[in-house]
């Protein structure tokens, strides 16, 4: 499978309404780290869990901008949607094996701590 096509596939598991975790866990390498503005993991299994922690009930949407492919390097650009609205985001991905080793995350969190209360 090629690069393009292991992040498109988590793509469309995480971004199905409610994330498909059990999906998503399968496309991680177990050594997965995860790096973004508000949330960080060690571990594909970490990683799971923080999700859980958002609640059973997260909506996960967004419209697919670009998906961009450098080899073992792939980044998407696309924006998320909920209910602060539209934010862009900056996501790249590292493959090995088929599956995703380390994913970076880019956007301005602003919009979320305000709607978290948290914003100034």
Do not use: N
């Amino acid at each position: 499978m090629s690069s393009k096509s292991v992040v498109k596939k988590y793509l469309a598991a995480f971004f199905s309404g409610g994330p498909d975790l059990k999906a998503v866990h399968a496309l991680l390498t177990k050594d997965f780290t995860f790096q973004g503005p508000l949330m960080t993991a060690s571990s594909a299994d970490d990683f799971i869990e923080q999700l859980k922690g958002m609640g059973p009930g997260m909506e996960m949407h967004a419209d697919i901008l670009h998906v961009i492919d450098k080899s073992d390097c792939v980044a998407a650009l696309y924006d998320f949607m909920g209910p602060e609205g539209k934010i862009s985001f900056s996501e790249w991905y590292w493959i090995r094996d088929d599956k995703i080793s380390a994913i970076k995350l880019h956007y301005d969190p602003r919009p979320l701590l305000e709607a978290m209360g948290m914003g100034q």
